[in-house]
């Protein structure tokens, strides 16, 4: 069975960006002419990514045209969720026999604007962050002096520094803290984080995500600045 390097999350219903998700998934809202994940899957080509698994569920059909129909670039895998509610991480959960050993999780609305092979080192689950203070949203991590994460939470506080970008460098044996099969990412990041395996990788570069109708104007902003994906 072939191996994939890289999953991305695209079944959220987009629920804060109505005004663009009434008809047509996250995934698919247009930036110079083009989808948002063709955006992701042009910066995931540039640094030597070529098989990716995408994960579904709502307007999945649209998604799964679009791919047919557009996207010749990458190898592909796309997997639904099916009918039940399976959460982010029990989403991944789903795809795992299909991934590598070690791999990526990168959100479905999430611009990977860095090297993200930099997340391989030292062979562990690295979480790319920005020390955002929070300027472009509400910062959500804590980093200790070892460079572990020890305060992930999706309930934003004014106190942190950091911010998740979007993508983390993972391994399948992670997914075995939690023995349920419906859950978010969130939570499993934040036990592992009390285990002390839950690394942070700073990212220089400014985050971009389409999760928000501010993160749609600033990255509307900055593609149409940018040609070339780096």
Request: aromatic share 16%; proline share 2%.
């Amino acid at each position: 069975m072939k191996k994939y390097e890289i999953v991305i999350l695209c079944g959220g219903k987009g629920t804060r960006v109505r005004r663009y998700t009434n008809k047509i998934p996250k995934c698919l809202i247009k930036f110079n002419g083009k989808p948002f994940i063709y955006h992701q899957l042009k910066s995931l080509k540039y640094r030597g990514i070529n098989n990716v698994v995408i994960s579904v569920k709502f307007m999945k059909n649209k998604i799964i045209k679009y791919f047919k129909e557009h996207i010749d670039f990458m190898n592909y895998k796309i997997v639904e969720d099916g009918d039940k509610y399976l959460g982010t991480g029990g989403a991944i959960k789903k795809v795992l026999k299909y991934m590598n050993k070690n791999f990526f999780i990168l959100y479905g609305d999430s611009y990977p604007n860095f090297n993200i092979n930099n997340l391989k080192k030292h062979n562990r689950c690295n979480m790319a962050i920005f020390n955002n203070k929070n300027k472009f949203d509400k910062s959500n991590i804590s980093l200790n002096k070892l460079g572990t994460i020890k305060y992930y939470e999706k309930i934003k506080q004014k106190k942190l520094n950091y911010i998740d970008y979007g993508i983390t460098y993972t391994n399948k044996e992670i997914f075995k803290v939690l023995k349920v099969k419906k859950f978010n990412l969130p939570k499993m990041f934040d036990k592992i984080s009390s285990m002390g395996k839950l690394h942070g990788y700073i990212v220089k570069k400014r985050f971009y995500e389409i999760g928000s109708y501010k993160g749609i104007k600033d990255f509307k902003k900055f593609i149409n600045k940018n040609e070339i994906y780096q």
